[in-house]
């Protein structure tokens, strides 16, 4: 864990600005755009590895509050530069009472945990509501993408591990998750510029897949 924390600490002064690209921006809409779906209109949240505070910053409303939790001290820094409450901690042992959040969210964050079953542990205690969860999905094009750059070395995804919906229901039906709802974006292949933000089932045309998860029974 301590070597990926590195990586990101690395990338925090530049990480910002790939949502300023033309391609990265249109991402970042789709992706919002499919979590602001399935999170709930108020109360207070937690995002999971929440790295410089892009989501939420836009996720925060007034009825709204986002606690933005990162292990990278480098990529919490950012957080704070907008005005976030930011905490410096890691997933397999959060720092909060229990059931104090109304909704915890994690987007593309679950690839790079060493233990998610411990970490969703720790989720289920502190959150009295939902989880969601946003996921590269392994059988799409942009699956393939992020495995092929991870095999040729970048330093962020040869950390990665890309599950399928499959893959990742089965772990969390391990852990005693179901899934309540799903949704599926980035619908068109990565070497378009013009990025496919409908919202849609998910599919083999998705290129991340949002799900939402609560604890069964």
């Not at 070597?3 to 910002?16: G, M, N, P, R, T």
């Not at 949502?19 to 602001?36: D, N, R, V, W």
């Not at 991870?150 to 591990?161: I, L």
């Not at 068109?188 to 290129?207: A, R």
């Amino acid at each position: 864990m301590s070597e990926i924390i590195k990586v990101f600490d690395k990338a925090s002064l530049h990480y910002d600005d790939w949502y300023q690209h033309p391609q990265g921006s249109q991402i970042f809409e789709a992706e919002l755009k499919a979590i602001k779906f399935m999170i709930q209109e108020s109360g207070i949240g937690l995002e999971l590895g929440a790295g410089t505070g892009m989501f939420a910053k836009k996720i925060t409303q007034p009825n709204r509050l986002i606690v933005c939790l990162d292990p990278s001290k480098d990529m919490l820094k950012r957080a704070i530069e907008k005005n976030l409450i930011s905490i410096i901690s890691v997933g397999e042992s959060l720092p909060f009472r229990n059931k104090v959040f109304h909704f915890v969210y994690l987007i593309t964050v679950l690839e790079f945990l060493n233990n998610p079953e411990r970490v969703l542990d720790e989720i289920n205690s502190a959150n009295q509501g939902p989880i969601v969860i946003l996921f590269i999905n392994s059988e799409s094009s942009w699956g393939n993408f992020y495995r092929k750059i991870g095999d040729a070395g970048d330093p962020v995804f040869s950390n990665a591990k890309i599950f399928s919906l499959s893959e990742l229901e089965e772990l969390l039906n391990d852990e005693g998750f179901k899934i309540v709802d799903k949704i599926g974006t980035l619908t068109t292949n990565p070497i378009n510029m013009k990025v496919g933000k409908e919202l849609v089932d998910p599919s083999e045309e998705s290129g991340v897949i949002i799900i939402k998860i609560t604890k069964a029974g």
